[in-house]
């Protein structure tokens, strides 16, 4: 199954580590410290529009081997939930032919 991350972005949810929001998560200075280097150490960050970014989403997509790579999203990461919810719910019920557009 696929996720939508917004402009031409999507990733596979079996490599998804988590979907966070931006606002409630970089009051950490854990968090801003891992946004703020994951460019320099083990990450690849990819900015998924310009617009102001309401999310970020951890990706794991080369195992242990390579870089995670870091999505910045505008979409809010409780929209992307709700996305992965609805779509795992259409899966366990089979129900493909009510999909509802993107929010």
Known sequence: MYLHLGEKTVVNTKYIVGIFDIE????????????????EKHYQVVNVSYEMPKSFIVCNENGRKGKDT??????????????LAAAS???????????????
């Open 70 to 83: 870091v999505y910045i999203s505008q979409i809010s990461a409780a929209t992307l939930r709700k996305r």
């Open 24 to 39: 409630n998560t970089s009051v950490s200075k854990d968090t801003r410290d891992f946004l703020r280097d994951s460019g």
């Open 89 to 103: 719910a259409r899966i366990k019920t089979k129900q493909w032919n009510s999909v509802p557009p993107f929010e």
